[in-house]
Every structure is written in C-alpha cells, then in structure tokens.
C-alpha cells in the first residue's frame, strides 16, 4: 500500500532562513562583544541609537530593554500619570495599553478603520476630554496610521503624539518614515519583528531633544551623572549583545522589505488565481502609505476563521490570531467599564482575522501550498470560488 506523503510544512515565521544567510556577518559581531566583555548599554549601543536616528530621519534615539518600554517611557517623560487620559486603539498588542497603565493614567479606546485596522481619526476628537494628554496611534501589521488628521487634531488640543511603531520600522506615510510621524515612536526589536533582535530590545525615536535627554535618564533608574539620581527610573537598558545584531541586520532592513512586499504581492496574485477574492478579505494598502508588512492578515467571515486556521493546521501551515481579544474587553481592564458591542469594527476584526506565513524567504512553492490549502477549505465548506453565498 503506498503511503501518502505529508504535505510541505510552511511555518508562520522561519527566523532559521534568516540567520543562515547573514550569520557569516552576525557571528564576528557576537564574538566580539563576548570578547569585550561590555554587555550594557555602551559604544554598541549608541551606534545603534545613531543608525536608527539616521533611518528614521529624526535627531534623537533612545535604546531601552524592549518594545513595552519603548511606550513606557516616552508617556513617563511626558508627565503622564493618575488623572491623564491617553487615547488608542482597542484592537492592537497588550503593550499599547499595559504602558498607558503602568503610568497611572486611563486608557481611552477609539475604534478602528474597518479596512486598514489602524485607530479611524474621525473618532478621536470625541474622545477627548480636559483629562487627555496624549495620543498612541498604532501601525498595525506594517502600515502607518492616517496621521496628518491625528496630528492635526493634538495640535488644536495640544496633545502629545506617541507613534506605536512596534511593528512598522521602516513604513512610510506620504514619503517620510514612521519615527519622524509624531513627536515620538515606539519601536520592538522583539525576534519575530521585521527588525529583529537575539532577544527582546527596543527604541524610541524623537524630535524632541529634551524628551530624548529624560528618556535616557529614566531608562537606568533616573541617574545622570552614576549614582547622582535626580528623579526614580527603572532599569530598561539596552543590551550592547543585541544592538551589535541589530546593527548587522539594519543593513539588510530595506532589502528584507522588498521582499515582504514582493511576498504580499504574490499572495494577491495567487488569491485572485485561485478565485478567492469573494471570500477572503486581504490587506488594503493605502495609495499614502508603504507597508512593511510585518504580518500578512486575511479576513473571513466569523464562523469560518477557527475551523479554517484548525484545517491550515492540519496542511501543516503555521497560523497566528492578532488579536483574538481586544483590549477593552480584556479582564485586567474590566474596570474601564466596557461591554461586547462598544468598539465594534475591532470586535469583529478580532473575530475574522487569520495572519498567514510572512517573512522574506518565503517562497512561492510554499505560498501556493498555503493558498491550494485555503482554497480546498472553501470547497469543503460548500463555498463557490466564484465569490457566491455557501450553499443551501
């Protein structure tokens, strides 16, 4: 009896491919940190905080131990605290609403464009109220959010604009670079990011000089000169181990980026091949904006999504949930007082939302297997390729 062979495996992320094309490049860095035996913060790290500056085009950066700190300690520097209020998105990381938390202050959601999943702006201005101090829009999956809107609106209120650029290093918006969007940024180096440490690791970048100089200062619990402590920080310092990485891969950033994109560009091609468009949503890229595409995530329609990430499983395809809770209706959060129904466009994005195999090594062979297995889903559930209603 002849044996069926099993289906090729396409893993969601394979960071193996990545590292065995520049580890000839990686492992002499590495080596030499081991050898210098200078593991916190140090030279490694400013010439990370210069190079990633530079990239952004903005005059100050700030390495810290991750990206939750990365948004912790730009609204710190601010001055937020108990009493202020800090506007963002419910559908997007735990970390954009954790950091706005930790302050002290209130979490006020506003609900998302049902197409880009980014904070819609035409929300935000009945969000705010006397208590409101700043502004967190989310890059969400690699695209910049609208942000002349959302500046133009802090401007009138005089509000603070802390881009949470966790996932979209290297994004633009109508030409300039996310980390120059606001008057700061939030960036991870979190492994499975599009630039991704050996560990977790983040930056803030900034155009403000002073917010750069507190940052800094609170990153390594308020001290500046050692051992003179002019206000309590916490330990958040950046490992000189992972900016050595770091500084190897920025060099491939924009070449990695291309590759994503030429990744998402193929999946269309392949779902329009395949006559999936009339059930499967796919990203929408705004005509202002370049996406990075950190992650690559379609959208069904609710009843489907959980048996269908259950049938890529079992063709061997690695699927994510980004995020199957929002953040409002989380159980640490419970007290804000919200209930199902009150962010809508988030809830069911939360509900319908599948984020498929992306990375740049990822080949065509493997996306076809991904899209011939979507499509043998929709066979099997009586669905028409043509776009048609399921079948009675």
């Not at 048996?307 to 395809?317: D, E, I, M």
Request: aromatic letters at 8%; charged letters at 20%; a negative charge.
């Amino acid at each position: 009896m002849t044996r069926m062979s099993e289906p090729p495996a396409v893993p969601a992320l394979d960071l193996k491919a990545q590292y065995q094309a520049i580890r000839d490049e990686i492992d002499p860095v590495v080596r030499s940190v081991l050898e210098s035996q200078y593991f916190i913060l140090g030279p490694e790290v400013a010439g990370l905080e210069a190079e990633v500056a530079h990239y952004c085009d903005v005059p100050h950066a700030v390495g810290c131990a991750s990206g939750s700190d990365a948004l912790l300690l730009p609204l710190l520097a601010l001055g937020v605290g108990p009493g202020d209020e800090v506007i963002t998105s419910p559908y997007t990381f735990f970390a954009t609403g954790g950091a706005i938390w930790r302050t002290g202050a209130k979490p006020v959601f506003v609900d998302i464009e049902p197409d880009t999943y980014n904070i819609d702006p035409a929300l935000i201005e009945a969000a705010i109220t006397p208590r409101t101090k700043a502004l967190i829009p989310v890059h969400l999956y690699g695209q910049s959010a609208d942000m002349d809107p959302i500046n133009e609106v802090a401007a009138r209120y005089g509000l603070s604009v802390l881009e949470d650029a966790a996932q979209a290093i290297g994004a633009r918006y109508k030409g300039r670079r996310t980390g120059a969007l606001g008057q700061s940024a939030a960036f991870s180096f979190y492994p499975s990011k599009n630039l991704g440490g050996f560990g977790d690791g983040g930056m803030i970048a900034t155009t403000d000089s002073a917010l750069a100089q507190r940052m800094a200062r609170l990153r390594v619990h308020g001290m500046e000169p050692k051992y003179h402590h002019h206000e309590v920080g916490f330990n958040s310092r950046l490992d000189a181990l992972q900016a050595a990485v770091l500084r190897v891969k920025l060099r491939h950033l924009d070449a990695w980026t291309d590759a994503r994109r030429e990744v998402a560009q193929r999946y269309r091609r392949l779902f329009e091949e395949h006559e999936l468009l009339g059930l499967v949503g796919l990203p929408v890229e705004r005509a202002d904006c370049f996406h990075v595409y950190n992650q690559y995530v379609i959208r069904v329609p609710d009843a489907d999504r959980d048996l269908l990430r259950a049938h890529l499983s079992n063709q061997r395809v690695g699927t994510e949930i980004y995020y199957p809770i929002p953040l409002h209706l989380q159980v640490c959060f419970a007290s804000l007082g919200h209930e199902p129904g009150d962010f809508p466009r988030s809830e069911a994005a939360a509900g319908q939302t599948i984020a498929l195999p992306m990375y740049p090594e990822l080949t065509e062979d493997a996306q076809r297997h991904v899209v011939g297995a979507i499509e043998r889903f929709f066979a099997s559930q009586r669905y028409s390729t043509k776009g048609t209603e399921r079948a009675a």
